[in-house]
């Protein structure tokens, strides 16, 4: 039986093809990819196309159905960070024909910032690859080639740092609104804004502003008008921090969300809930929602190493609450 052949463009393909290569032809490599991974031209045609989102963020799996469910399976099983769903064909590609015999099928993979370091690290296998490689092409890939190919390999770590401050100083100021993308695996993203009080090395603190009705989810206390909230996010942390305030200052409580590490982005920050939360109030812990977790670990929607990982963040964040007698800062 002959090999599944497999087309890989985008910013993820020199990762992408490494590992796709293990089981699968490669086929259309670029010039680039066939220098670099020594894989030779081969016109012909795909079975399976991976390229990215729109959004860089993650990756289309799209072709001969059973193909791009086996391209799918193996991905999944091999980037142990990704959140995967089926998605519907495009009414334009480039098999009409297969589209209208109902046998195509279209995936597409969420990379949070684990997945995109995962991939950062297969890549830095075969060529000198910066901190959050990944991540800074989401924001301006020629940028970050450009960087890579003139920068030796020792200097990569500080280019990488000196990028990220080009592409988010004027953006992070303190009264600056940003966008915040709180992911849900399975479910549409919740859109959210705050402005910026602080950002430092450590945390960002972004403040929100609420309108009266409804109470506060995880809490269970009434929203009133004047109501305001702090966001601190953490980079590399795999939680964040939400306080809520009375117009007058005074406490309503703390809602600790367990998510993967921010992505501190010009279009604002973005992280994938993994559904656990811890809410304090007035001293009183309580943790929320696992059994959403489980259910969509059980599920597989979200993959088994983040669930695992969400659990292992829940004690150790409820040690540190009890710890510090609910006074992190």
Not at 6 to 28: D, M, N
């Amino acid at each position: 039986m002959s090999p599944i052949r497999v087309k890989v463009r985008g910013i993820y393909a020199t990762a992408l093809t490494l590992l796709l290569s293990q089981k699968f032809q490669i086929v259309e490599p670029s010039a680039v990819i066939q220098a670099r991974l020594g894989i030779p031209a081969s016109l012909e045609p795909a079975d399976v196309n991976v390229f990215d989102k729109a959004d860089k963020h993650g990756i289309v799996i799209e072709g001969v159905r059973s193909a791009a469910q086996e391209v799918t399976e193996f991905l999944r099983e091999t980037i142990p960070w990704a959140i995967f769903c089926q998605a519907e064909v495009r009414k334009k590609c480039n098999s009409p024909l297969a589209l209208a015999a109902g046998l195509l099928s279209r995936f597409e993979a969420e990379f949070p910032k684990p997945a995109k370091d995962f991939l950062d690290a297969v890549r830095a296998k075969v060529v000198p690859t910066m901190p959050d490689h990944h991540l800074l092409k989401t924001v301006d890939a020629a940028k970050v080639d450009e960087v890579e190919a003139k920068v030796p390999p020792e200097e990569l770590a500080a280019a990488a740092q000196n990028l990220w401050e080009e592409f988010l100083a004027s953006y992070y100021l303190p009264g600056k609104t940003l966008a915040i993308w709180h992911l849900k695996a399975g479910e549409s993203p919740i859109h959210q804004s705050g402005e910026v009080v602080e950002r430092t090395k450590k945390k960002l603190v972004l403040r929100r502003v609420f309108k009266a009705g409804g109470v506060y989810d995880g809490l269970g206390v009434p929203k009133e008008a004047g109501d305001y909230g702090l966001v601190e996010l953490y980079p590399e942390q795999w939680w964040g921090r939400r306080l809520y305030f009375r117009a007058d200052g005074a406490p309503i409580g703390e809602l600790y969300n367990i998510h993967t590490p921010p992505e501190f982005l010009p279009s604002g920050v973005r992280y994938l809930d993994l559904e656990v939360d811890i809410a304090v109030i007035q001293g009183d812990v309580r943790v929320l929602d696992q059994e959403i977790l489980e259910k969509k670990a059980a599920e597989k929607v979200i993959p088994k190493t983040l669930a695992q990982k969400a659990q292992e963040e829940v004690q150790k964040l409820l040690d540190l609450i009890v710890r510090e007698g609910n006074a992190m800062g």
